[in-house]
């Protein structure tokens, strides 16, 4: 297995906590998170994840859903500032636009945990990033990838001698879609055969099965139904969306266009088992605990990583039936 790295008033904010074991001074520890909204069975997992780590730590969590929305993030932020929480968490719409925000916490005192994506700020605004390498997974997809393709041994659906693929990319300006783009892409290029692939269509699909399978009917209708020969999607919900518009196509997805995504929840497992997919790259959502263990630290004063890493791995079809029932997500 590898290490990777990843760090509202929309919503409303609830609070959750339970236990004696998260305090400061005697007093119980306040955490402030800001969650970027619930586009994904990822993101759900994420989300349960940190809400059930601060019960269990003894935490209050003052949570906020920004409903994809970067200004109820920054709301929120600020909202946590005016309550005087012990620290703020959150997870990034997309990289940039924090800066003010964030000099705000810091004046004020209360240190900053960015959480599985990346936000571009100076280092002295944050403490630590905690999550996972999104151009470590999209490294990840490209070689295997390349290395299906050369022991299927086909020959390109639509002729000549390049593979081609379609790219589900994630949410516009996101840290973890620019990432994934990155080490796909670099993969590709530094293969020993990576002439023999071409990136032919390459769109959005803002992470949600719904349009992923409206970006992929798009794909297929303006000519790739005959010439895709690898989806790569930079999420597995927006991969399952795919696999309705290539099914309604008359194709067969898995078969006729190989797929790989990221995420590694359980309705990829349930795809690749039926047949439809081929492979998905881990992107652990299960963060909770190590949030709530950095957060303890901090506030105690210890030393922390500036980057903290989570464990992931990369799951073939071959292995799908036997590793669905340990899935936590």
Known sequence: MMLALCAGCGGGEES???GDSGSKDGKQITIG???LGAESEWRTAQTESIKQAAKDAGINLQFSDAQQKQENQIKAIRSFIAQGVDLIAFTPIVETGWDTVLKEAKDAGIPVVIVDRDAKVSDDLYVAKIGTDSVAEGRKAFEWVDQ????????PRGGGDQY???VLEGTVGAS???GRSKGFNEAMQAAEDGSKYTIAMSQTGEFTRQKGQEVMESFLKSGGRDTIDILFSQNDDMALGAIQAIEAAGLQPGKDIVIVSVD???GAFQAMIDGKSNCTVECN????PLLMETAKKILNGEQVDKMVYMDEGVFPAEVAEKTL???KY
């Open 325 to 327: 029932p340990e899935r």
């Open 264 to 266: 590694g929840v359980k």
């Open 148 to 155: 299906y393709m050369k022991e299927q041994n086909k020959t």
């Open 285 to 288: 959502p299960l963060q909770g």
């Open 33 to 35: 998170y800001s969650q």
């Open 176 to 178: 973890v879609s620019l």
């Open 164 to 166: 081609q693929i379609a």
């Open 16 to 18: 959750a906590s339970s």
